[in-house]
């Protein structure tokens, strides 16, 4: 069966702290991998993606993942957070013959304290 | 570039009654979509069309739940009757490309939070 899972649903972290998200996925088909934030009373917005290609990918915003095949995970780290990060961070996949479906992780709750 | 509009952002009704949800999808877009949220889940897509054909309605519940997309622009999503279970942010998303690319990026709307007591 095709699913997605993220296996924190609240991360507390210090400012200035390293974080990671991690986010795993069940699949036999090849996959379009994506993580998306919401900010407290804003919609999903677009964080990064991987296609293909380099396997690690970054966001404007310091964020970065990297797709590892073998372990079937999609991780989101940044090395240093700001109060600015506190959201709810999703991982979504497309599964290859999905016709842009996204299949949503239940989120991440990443809450940054001063 | 103006987002994807939606509306109401929130509603409380009663259970049994009907509700509607608007969504307006970005300029030119050719894909969109409609998705569930409950709380403590990730989204739920409900129903995706291509202009204003269905492409995929295989998790909207019809005995309750309508969805169209006239002209391929504006789209309504409806609850007919509506019950508890069904209090959730309704969330729109639209996508450029109308050849259902799977690299295609999906934008979406703030949401509609529903209550139903």
């Known amino acids: 069966a095709q699913s997605v899972t993220q296996l924190d649903s609240q991360v507390p972290v210090f400012e200035e702290a390293p974080v990671e998200l991690r986010c795993n996925y069940s699949s036999s088909v090849s996959v379009y991998l994506f993580w998306y934030v919401q900010y407290p009373n804003q919609g999903l917005q677009l964080l990064l993606k991987?296609?293909?290609?380099?396997?690690l990918v970054e966001s404007i915003n310091g964020f970065e993942a990297e797709f590892n095949k073998s372990q079937t995970s999609f991780h989101l780290r940044k090395p240093s957070v700001h109060i600015s990060d506190t959201a709810e961070y999703f991982c979504a996949v497309i599964f290859s013959g999905g016709y842009n479906k996204l299949i949503f992780g239940a989120g991440t709750r990443l809450a940054v304290h001063p | 570039e103006a987002g994807v509009a939606q509306s109401p952002r929130y509603k409380i009704i009663e259970k049994r009654q009907s509700v509607a949800f608007w969504c307006n999808p970005i300029?030119?877009?050719?894909?969109l979509y409609w998705y569930q949220q409950i709380l403590g889940q990730g989204p739920k897509l409900l129903i995706q069309?291509?202009?204003?054909?269905?492409?995929?309605d295989s998790q909207l519940p019809k005995d309750r739940f309508s969805a169209e997309r006239l002209k391929g622009v504006d789209s309504t999503l409806k609850i007919q009757p509506a019950k508890l279970e069904d209090s959730a942010v309704y969330l729109c998303a639209s996508s450029l490309l109308s050849s259902g690319s799977s690299t295609d990026t999906q934008y979406f709307g703030p949401g509609t939070r529903l209550t139903v007591l």
């Open positions: 300029s030119g877009h050719a894909t």
């Open positions: 991987y296609l293909s290609g380099s396997t």
């Open positions: 069309f291509q202009n204003n054909g269905v492409v995929d």
